[in-house]
């Protein structure tokens, strides 16, 4: 009996611990679990976009103040003519495409605009500060950013008021609750850096203004901020030394050029242009506690596709696929989509044979290949502050 005790009492012990020893177990699975879904945000579910910009995000705006964008822009994925300058897609599309919204309508296009997932502001030309010059004369828009910011502030207000007769403004405007919960995007200040140099200003200069570009740009995400954005995706200028119109009008000597073939100095201006904007966001982010706001660091994957364009299935990077002839395939005078004369003879800016394989469009602009390259770099956050990926851009770090 006393042995038979003893067995019957280690065996009731070794139950026991087996039940503790498996709800032990439970417990530290679940608050595993737990804690796995706290580290991962979750998507933020954005339901509208609202863009400030210029042409790297203008998917309509100046085209529809002084004329549209002629082909063969938009021939790659719109297969007309789209207000894109851009044989196809660019960022913004293709970010709203990742959301799963529709692509944004112009502000300025009256006709066959939807704005129920939000509105873009930007215009191909614009830049932070109002330029003392006309389109006209310089190609730069006299919708600079602090403008832009008036049309939304009045979109904001009257868009509400006429959604609340219901009908059709019901149907293409956005609800009030989208404004807080929207992602704004801002990808502006390339033609600013551009416009001092076209004024036969030196890098140097073109820096000495830079900071009273941050003071006007601070002023209007504080001002969105004021108007219930919370959400901010911000990119950096990209490497304007490497662009074509900058390569074919800026006087560069050997010594300037690097090893790819790029203006190493203008290089050195956007990237100081990019260091001060960066410093302004972490600015920001003290003053604007409610606000997640994201840096993208557009211009080092840019770079990295010009520096490697053949590893990554690209030719000739410097030179532009749609335009009239000369070293990079850019004329200021008869651009891509226009005819002119040059030396008494008929000129054309015409599309190359294959879009997909170059990297720059028109002179200006990338081509829908190598915006997409680009955004599939960056959409996951790996080039990003916090290192967020887009669709969780409304969290704070």
Known sequence: MGVLSQTLKVSSHSHMDSAALFFLTLIISATSVASSALATPASCDFPAIFNFGDSNSDTGGLSAVYGQAPPPNGETFFHKPAGR???????IDLMAERLGLPYLSAYLDAVGSNFTHGANFAT?????????TTWQQTGYSPISLDVQFHEFNDFHRRSQTYRNQGGVFEKLLPEEEFFSRALYTFDIGQNDLTAGYFLNMTGDQVKGYIPDLMNQFQTVIEYVYNQGGRSFWIHNTGPLGCLPYVLDRLPITAGQVDHIGCVGPANDVAKYFNTKLNETIVELRKQLPLASITYVDVYSVKYALLSKAKKYGYVEPLVACCGSGGRYNYNMKVGCGWKGTEDGREIEGKSCEDPTVKINWDGYHYTEAA???????IVGGAFSD???????????P
């Open 85 to 91: 300058y851009c044989d196809g897609r660019l960022f």
């Open 124 to 132: 191909a030309g614009s830049t932070i500060r109002p330029q003392n």
């Open 371 to 377: 915006n997409k390259w680009v955004f599939d770099q």
């Open 386 to 396: 916090p290192p967020l990926p887009l669709a969780m851009a409304c969290h704070r």
